[in-house]
């Protein structure tokens, strides 16, 4: 192992330079115009494989591809890690606001700025460089690997998903490992042991047959525009709580001990999540610290509104119809499509009889949970004492990553979400970066993960 480790430490700079062009390539999952560019990207993922050792393949889909790699070499008596990441990213463009182009990697005081440095594109890379380390040295890894990287992580994962039903036994593992995470500082590395899930949906108001005068027929027709945020004004309580029946009956009550090993998991302080936010004051459900708001409530949030004219100057219309996008995320024990039907219910139920609503299902994933007390937590938490420098805490994540459950249910194994990069590093926004040192301690603790996992 310790070959390994000065073979990271001596290629670091090439590893570096193999990283920005990974991100150079604008593989941009959600826009079609780009899927060149993601085929792209899965090519340079299945060479980058193949020239370390490993077995690599293109799995077509009905979208973006798949890249699966596996090393077997280990032996049938051997321990098997399944390493999960997705090469695709979100849409970027300089006039977001970015400081440079967000698909030239610019490094600034040690710190790389593009689109998919961190997420995640840098973390996933850790640990192919981490197996490429064992493998120049040792010639053998200490057990058996697979990779599953996938394209289409950021706008929806429904390819990999299917794949995964269809076809999971292939990936079958005795622990996956996800690096697509951040946390709150260099010195408190984090293990995230819950993920929320999600469900996506759109409610259209329609009002009057065509776009109307509002000076002839203002007072008259119900604007579809204020009947829309009238429904949604009501779907929350006062409290912040979602006013939507059968809403909470799933959720399992958090323990007193599960509240204090969230509240000694790092997390955001008052001021740290104000400074991040920009929020004047924090809104929710003030029984629950912000923290626990964030991983371990579930909640009902609007993404989108639209109705009418918002362009220059004055278009004095009653628009004929409004719509509102909307996403619930879910804890554990959760059901997406029943908590569909539940706010489905509701909407109809709070629509006036002057418009008509149509409320349409998008998408959705499970949410997933794992056992703080499993032998793979240990092998995750010896690995960061052992290459980080500093003991991990754990932490219920607020996002939904719906692989983490396919994996669970349809394979079979625990799933273990330790991230490499910083909460501040403008994940999905303009800017998004990656400190480079944290590039290399991701790769020298992968590197002492592999090793600990052989010892279970």
């Known amino acids: 192992m310790q070959q390994a480790l000065k073979y990271a430490a001596e290629q670091a700079t090439r590893f570096e330079q193999e990283l920005f062009d990974l991100l150079k390539i604008p593989s941009v999952s959600t826009d079609p115009a780009y899927a060149p560019h993601v085929q792209q990207a899965a090519e340079w993922v299945a060479g980058q494989l193949k020239v370390i050792g490993v077995t690599a393949e293109i799995i077509p889909t009905g979208r973006h591809p798949i890249v699966y790699g596996e090393w077997m070499g280990a032996g049938p008596n051997a321990k098997t890690v399944l390493i999960y990441g997705h090469y695709d990213v979100q849409p970027a463009d300089k006039a977001d606001g970015w400081s440079t182009d967000p ?15 961190t997420d995640d594109k840098g973390q996933f890379f850790t640990h192919l460089k981490a197996v490429e380390a064992i493998l120049k040295t040792e010639g ?40 697509d995470g951040s946390m709150p500082s260099v010195d408190t590395p984090t293990i995230v042991y819950s993920v929320r899930g999600i469900v996506g949906f759109e409610i259209i108001v329609h009002g009057p047959a065509t776009d109307l005068h509002s000076g002839m027929f203002g007072g008259t027709v119900h604007n579809p525009i204020q009947a829309l945020a009238e429904i949604i004004a009501q779907l929350h309580h006062p409290d912040g709580s979602v006013n939507v029946p059968g809403f909470y009956d799933d959720v399992v009550p958090l323990s007193e001990a599960e509240r204090q090993m969230i509240a000694s998991g790092g997390g955001y302080t008052f001021e740290q999540w104000q400074q991040t936010t920009g929020a004047p004051a924090d809104w929710g459900e003030k029984q629950y610290t ?13 993404t989108g509104f639209a109705g009418g004219y918002a362009g220059q100057g004055l278009k004095n219309v009653i628009p004929a119809r409004a719509i509102a996008k909307g996403s619930a995320r879910l804890v554990a024990n959760q059901d997406p499509q029943k908590t569909f039907d539940q706010i489905k219910a509701q909407v109809e139920r709070l629509a006036p009889p002057t418009v008509r609503v149509e409320v349409n299902y998008l998408a959705s994933g499970l949410p997933a949970a794992v056992d703080v007390n499993h032998p793979a937590m240990q092998a995750a938490v010896n690995a960061y004492q052992h290459g980080w420098g500093y003991a991990p805490v754990f932490k219920r994540e607020g996002g939904s990553l719906p692989i983490v459950a396919d994996l669970n249910n349809h394979v079979g194994m625990p ?13 999905h926004g303009p800017n998004e970066h990656y400190a480079l040192s944290m590039f290399h301690k991701g790769i020298e603790t992968s590197i002492h993960f592999l090793y600990e996992v052989s010892k279970l």
Do not use: M, W
């Not at 990697?105 to 998919?116: F, H, I, L």
């Not at 599953?148 to 996956?176: K, M, N, P, T, W």
């Not at 912000?290 to 609007?302: D, K, M, S, V, W």
């Open 103 to 117: 698909f030239e990697p610019v490094v600034k005081d040690g710190v790389v700025y593009a689109r998919g440095a």
């Open 415 to 427: 799933v273990l979400l330790v991230g490499y990069g910083l909460d501040t590093d403008g994940i």
């Open 290 to 302: 912000i923290n626990e708001r964030i991983g371990a409530r579930p909640t009902l949030e609007f």
């Open 140 to 179: 053998t890894l200490p057990v058996n690997v697979k990779f599953l990287i996938e394209g289409e992580e950021e706008s929806g994962g429904e390819s990999l998903a299917q794949y995964v039903r269809e076809h999971g036994q292939r990936f079958a593992a005795d622990v996956c490992i996800i690096s």
